[in-house]
């Protein structure tokens, strides 16, 4: 990056985490039909990257719909323990019911919060995961996310975060999504971030970094390690 220029900025987050809930919850019965099937290509991805094995104690930031949750509790077996937690308690229901026809629902522990605070013990966790859920948190809260997350996960445990990206360069469809980010903030919630910048900055060790183009838009899967 040129060191005459300021690197380019993340812009903020500005509808607030009530908001947000509410905005989710009202899209939590058709959300699958506005971008699940455009988001699911790309968690399968990170889900094959990070590695999920037999009788690991895997934890879901942001769950959704509960896509990922059903191969997670899967990939995790019997032996294993998943859990789960989103802001929204309409995706809390839309996942409980996908599980509950997965025939998985004893195998999974979902709960409703905020991963700035989340409600679980220290090293409790072999495997994190979250897709497209960091980049919701305003800027400001992106490093206490990514503290909480290595609070919870246990020494050499894994953690496997999906996002837009924010590059060095934007081409004209981001610049266009960002714009609508600025201009409509509750329908266009996030934006892409500095993710592999963050996740450094946070002391964890990056063990693998892939770039990922959304149509046009970046995207990142980065897998890294708590020391």
Known sequence: MNSTKDPPKVLRVTRNKAEAKASYDRMSSFY???????????????LE??????????????FGTGYCLVKITKLAGQNGRVS???LSTGMLKQAQQRLLKAGLADYADLRSGDAAHLPYEDNQ?????????LEL?????????LAEMKRVLKPGGRLGILSMSKEEK???????YEWSHTRFPKFADCRPIFVEQYIRDAGFIIRDCEKLNMSGLPARIVIAEKE
Do not use: H
């Not at 990257?49 to 942001?62: A, F, H, K, W, Y």
């Not at 934007?170 to 266009?176: D, E, G, W």
């Open 32 to 46: 699958d039909l506005l971008s699940g099937g455009y988001e699911n290509r790309y968690k399968d991805i990170a």
């Open 49 to 62: 990257r990070i590695d999920i094995q037999p009788g690991e104690n895997v934890l879901e930031v942001g």
């Open 84 to 86: 789960g937690i989103d």
């Open 125 to 133: 966790f072999d495997v994190l995961f979250s897709s497209f859920c």
């Open 137 to 145: 948190f305003d800027t400001p809260e992106i490093p206490v996310v």
């Open 170 to 176: 934007s081409n004209f469809l981001v610049k266009i």
